[in-house]
């Protein structure tokens, strides 16, 4: 078993992670600055660490105390729109905060670095609409483009110094404790709006589409990561789903809902789906829960949580 850094681990996806690596046996510390993450997300067997990307002097005092042999890192700037209007510091948080991760990594003797990349906003409007891993990568927004470039400096520092790299690039996650509030997950904003009454806003057409994957899917991803093969691995279902198409799933949970529509959002892609063959290859990773039964399972959580 390793002890495991988790980077964002009070987030949506990290506590995920975080639990799935408990339950594994390994010893999992989580790192988060709660700017989005929240400490009832904290697995109760995981310690503690309230700590920025950005701070170096902190970090390196994790990292002595720790020593850790598996970086897993979520720590991020999550919103497409937000780094659409604020590069600087979506550059910031996820190129530069990666690095300074990297080099404690260096500095302390990490075997292996785990990084939540992007599918969707990094292949941009892909030529073939099942992007592989091997598709040209031609980023919309600086989100995408801070993911591309934080992925070149990992394979950096697997050519000098020898961490070996596991790339994760997510399609649209969703699930439990995922944020409604924000701008990114439309399944948890389509969760809330359901749930009380108001109608929900589909961007564009709504004939957009992305590959929709439940949270503890890629949770599994990561655990398998820890043993894996390094590389460059999708995480998504291959299952291209439109917005339309998810919003009436929520009708068949709830009957009739409203729905209005506004203007499509800039730097977003069109089409999105992913091939995730590689990652069942050399990962023996398959994506086990379906769209329905995630919607209904995050659906009842909301439902939960809210009444």
Known sequence: MSRILVTGGAGFIGSHVAEALIEASHTVA????????????????????????????ELEKVFSELKPEIVDHHAAQISVNRSV???????????????????????????????????????????SISSNEDTPVIPLAPYGIAKASAEHYIRFFW????????????????????????EAGVVAIFSLKALSGEGC??????????????????ARANLAAVDGKPGTY????????????????????????????????PGEVFRSVLDVSRAGNDLCWQPQVNLSDGIRQTYTWFKEKIR
Do not use: M, W
Request: with cysteine; net charge negative; charged share 25%.
């Open 159 to 182: 050519n000098e110094h020898g961490i070996k790299p596991l790339v994760l690039r997510y399609a649209n996650v969703y699930g439990p404790r995922q944020d409604p509030h924000g």
């Open 85 to 127: 209007r604020e590069p600087c510091f979506d550059a910031g948080q996820n190129i530069l905060g990666t690095i300074n991760l990297l080099e404690a990594s260096a500095r302390h003797g990490v075997k292996r670095f785990i990084f939540a990349s992007t599918g969707g906003a990094l292949y941009g409007d892909a030529p």
């Open 201 to 218: 806003v589909i961007y564009g057409t709504g004939d957009q589409t992305r590959d929709f994957v439940y949270v503890k899917d890629v």
């Open 234 to 265: 999708n995480i998504g279902t291959g299952i291209e789903t439109s917005i339309n198409k998810l919003f009436s799933e929520f009708e068949k949970l709830e009957g009739s809902l409203k729905v209005s529509h506004d203007a499509a959002r």
């Open 30 to 57: 989580v790192l988060d600055n709660l700017s989005s993450g929240r400490r009832e997300n904290l697995p109760k067997e995981s310690r503690f660490f309230e700590v920025d990307v950005t701070d170096k002097e």
